[in-house]
């Protein structure tokens, strides 16, 4: 899929090769951005609103219907249909106005900085970098603007609703040396070489008998699902390798309900898409409020679209999955032998929600303090 503004729509030579005429709808508002989708073979006489849904990936159905009836053309500026049949190299252009996107009032909290290191804590919400639907709303353009003339490379990502430790380089060797101890993966127990440590903290709907378990199951992309980012445990011997370790922390009861949580805190032995949300599932505790692998991942494409309902909030009990990166640790890449660890308290949001439930049972002894601050 390729995105572009009206104004590089050039009358005979466009971004899919010289003589194809692309004509802005006169409805269609001066200045508008178009997303142009062009159609495979393996796709011919799918429904255009299925075909559009298969191509956004975070997008319901409802969803991409919607989107059809406000902005789906052809070249020439023919509307198109959501029951409309696609046909293979067919070009569908779903014109949209500018995002009318403003920069959130965050002053992002620094938890370590040095003449090569950044790190920050990322709120839950704010994306690390920019995308098609975010610009202005994003680590890198708010550090951007606070630091003017600074240019800061990304040394790690952290999904947009989780919150906690985001590391950035400040130098090209830095970024290099980061990214190498990255790309070794994480430490695993009795290893004799040190590498990245990350340990995260989870709020999970249920708790685990063991108070310490580890989790070793592949990972792979889900193609059952939609969602073309979602996850799921693969067969033996296929997928990626993939741990985590988890210490249960504490269990709490919801008074009004019964309902058991536990707090988790999860250290990667890997690094996959979505690892320790799809680890926990795996077994029984989903974390609280995650809209693709908790009660029902059509939540997920009404949460990327705006439509969740009052039902649906309840249904989640918090606004974001309730995943912290609690502690990053690694080799300090220009002070050789120096190990940095950095670490983020839990967040007021996860803080609160943890605090309004009442203690259950005594867990196995950990120094939650050192993490949770309440």
């Known amino acids: ?22 004509v802005r709808p006169d409805e269609v508002p001066e200045g508008s951005v178009v997303s142009i989708l062009r159609v495979p073979p393996e796709a011919k006489g799918m429904r255009l609103d299925r075909f559009v849904q298969s191509q956004l990936r975070r997008t319901s159905r409802t969803r991409a219907q919607k989107i059809i009836a406000l902005g789906a053309y052809a070249p020439d500026a023919r509307r198109l249909r959501g029951n409309d049949r696609v046909q293979p190299e067919q070009l569908i ?24 290191l950044l790190a920050v804590d990322k709120p ?9 639907r975010y610009h202005q709303s994003t680590v890198v353009k708010l550090l951007e603007n606070a630091r003017e003339g600074e240019r800061l490379m990304l040394s790690h990502r952290l999904d947009r609703e989780t919150s906690g ?16 101890q990255f790309a070794r993966g994480a430490t695993r127990p ?18 685990d008998e063991e108070d310490a378990f580890r989790v070793e199951a592949p990972l792979e992309l889900d193609p059952t699902s939609r969602y073309g980012v979602k996850m799921r445990v693969a067969q033996p011997g296929e997928g990626l390798p993939s741990a985590t ?14 309902r058991i949580y536990a707090l988790v805190r999860c250290t990667l032995e890997t690094g996959r898409q979505h690892q320790i949300r799809v680890h926990l599932a795996s077994r029984g505790t989903p974390v609280v409020g995650d809209k693709l692998y908790g009660p029902d991942d059509e939540l997920f494409g009404r949460g990327a679209d705006g439509l969740l309902t009052d039902e649906d909030r309840e249904t989640l009990e918090l606004d974001r999955h309730a995943l912290h990166a609690a502690v990053l640790e690694l080799d300090h890449p220009a002070d050789e032998g120096r190990r940095l660890r950095v670490e983020a308290p ?10 309004s439930l009442e203690e259950v049972a005594a867990s196995a002894p950990a120094p939650t ?3 949770i601050g309440i």
């Open 1 to 22: 899929m390729t995105r572009i503004s009206a104004h590089e729509l050039g009358a005979t030579e466009g971004p899919f090769g010289r003589g194809m005429k692309v």
């Open 93 to 116: 252009l779903l014109w949209r106005p500018p995002w009318d996107e403003k920069a959130p009032d965050v002053t992002l909290r620094i938890l370590h900085e040095d003449a090569h």
């Open 124 to 132: 839950a919400g704010i994306p690390v970098h920019p995308t098609a």
């Open 165 to 180: 430790v985001l590391l950035l380089a400040r130098t090209s060797e830095a970024d290099r040396h980061v990214k190498w």
């Open 190 to 207: 009795g290893a004799q070489e040190r590498s990245v440590h990350k340990e995260y903290l989870a709020i999970t709907w249920g708790a």
């Open 245 to 258: 370790r988890c210490a249960v922390l504490g269990r709490r009861r919801n008074p009004a309900t019964g």
């Open 346 to 355: 839990l967040p007021p949001d996860l803080g609160e929600f943890w605090a």
């Open 369 to 371: 303090d050192q993490y």
